[in-house]
């Protein structure tokens, strides 16, 4: 097994942890559905063209209901953040002076310094605020783009470099590592953020600042790289270094630079490529989101290369992880580390389980695999991913976002501060909030799929079309849907018929049109639609629950495609306790005695006697003792003490 290099590695055991990459995946520009910008209209067409293309996040709008109102949490966070304090140490390094003093946590306190993520945060922000333009057309972020990228020019300028870094050491600690010497942190993770938010710049907000940096950026890369061998370069992969593959991938496919797509290629972690091509699972003991990251980069080297090696390893991970290592919540790992199945029920209920990062970029693997083939798998563990680990990741009150989100019973959600810890998971948090609209359609050149139940419009510019979902899902198993058409149109609406359903009735203005039976699948509806036409798909939710073949009495219940959490209300728990700086002391914050009820009897008898309670998605459970457990959905669990998995006990004699 190659010995890889992770900030996990650096913190000694301490639990921090690996972070995704900004933007969304799944192929730019046309996978995106957003034009380029007018200078990288001589960008190459791709070796390998996605089947799919989603809809211009512009062209989606999201309803009312919990998704906006997190959506709206998060933008005023971003506005909140001030770019002079996120740009303190890139000025310094650049002999610049600051204009703002430095945020705390990962950013400045000395406790982290031996990480070296110092400048992640501003990567994110920049992805972040790409997103939120892009769904919102507020003109405020991309003046935030084109500030902080601005000023990143400048400090290209001042430095004579286009390298831009806020550590501490500043290119010194770069320059280190690219020449092999014994390093501490994860240079080429972090940088990874700034690359990343600088390309959603250009590409989600048409930034041309962020587009100009962005390219002096990537060409240093290309001549700083240049001088190391294959063997050298593979040695240097060793250390965490996020999704470099997929962003020199994005800077071929944005201006046709041969030199970027060979460095896709060589940064493309042959350690972990060749095992997964061949349909090999070795990822036992492995940092978990140090190859997340780099999977998605796999298959969008794929994209650009058409060598089909990289595609198997990416379906392969997403095969492994998705459907054999994954929780009930779509999460996985324990410690941040993927663990031997066989051991589940030593790991499952650890405080450090499911890192909110992890679930971030396998959402991004999985709409990226999506797009090429459109399987019903992707989007069942999307929806299940999305409800129980992104929803369920932040804190509706305040905006902030969870680290892990582990299944120890009775222990709580943990959330970041809003100045003083920018986790890796802060990151992805403020970019998983603001692009919601991403993955709920998309479309090839006769059908529209729909993904995911949420009250949305999209608008399909090129056929004149518009559909309006309305819905209370998950509140009420169905969606109507209704056409708002120039003229009658001949198109296909693709339904998803949910794995989590037994049956699927679909009924177009009133009359049944369509019945499944077949639960993971597709409902096809080819007609010649007219301005009006509604479309009803009525499912069906039930309790159930789910385990692992290792341990069958380690049980989580279900209701649909939702995680029931048996909620312990704030037994010992002071106000705010749940707001924390140091990340590295999950585990141990308000970890006194807690009361746990004890579940007992057979999985499938337990979840056949949950009965609903008295509020929409509330239900109750008779634990051994007779008490009720009252029993809500995981991502309405906050600022309270909850159980997502029990360890049954047998059924009293």
Known sequence: MTIETSRRGFLAGTGSGAVAIGGLGGGLGGGLGVSLPASAEAAPALAAPARLQPFDMADVTLGEGPFLHAQRATEAYLLRLEPDRLLHQFRVNAGLSPKAPAYGGWESDPLWADIHCQGHTLGHYLSACALAFRSTAKPEYRQRIDFIAT???????????GLVTAFPDGAALVAAHLRGEKISGVPWYTLHKVYAGLRDGALLADSAPARATLLRLADWGVVACRPLSDAQFEAMLETEHGGMNEIYADLYAMTGKADYRTLSERFSHKALLTPLAKARDH?????????????????????????????DAAAFFWKTVAETRSFATGGHGDNEHFFAMADFESHVFSAKGSETCCQHNMLKLTRSLFLHEPKPEYADYYERTLFNGILASQDPDSGMATYFQGARPGYMKLYHTPEHSFWCCTGTGMENHVKYRDSIYFHDDRALYVNLFLPSTVRWREKGAELVQETRFPEEPRTTLRWKLAKPTDLTLNLRHPRWSRTATVRVNGAVAARSAAPGSRIELARRWQDGDTVELQLVMEPGFESAPAAPNVVAFTYGPLVLAGALGAQG???????????????????????????????ATLAAAIRPGAKPLEFTLAAADGAPVRLIPYHRIAHERYATYWKLAPTPA
Do not use: M, W
Not at 151 to 161: F, I, N, R, V, Y
Not at 292 to 304: A, S
């Open 151 to 161: 000023e990143l020019g400048a400090c290209q300028d001042a430095a004579k470099s």
């Open 283 to 311: 990822l036992d003991g492995l940092h978990a989101n140090t190859q997340v990251p780099k999977v998605v980069g796999f298959h969008r080297v794929y994209e650009t290369t058409g060598d089909a090696s990289y595609r």
């Open 573 to 603: 728990l002071a106000k705010g306790a749940d707001i924390v700086v140091n990340e590295r002391e999950y585990g141990r914050y308000n970890d006194g005695p807690v009361q746990v009820p004890v579940l007992a009897g057979d999985p």
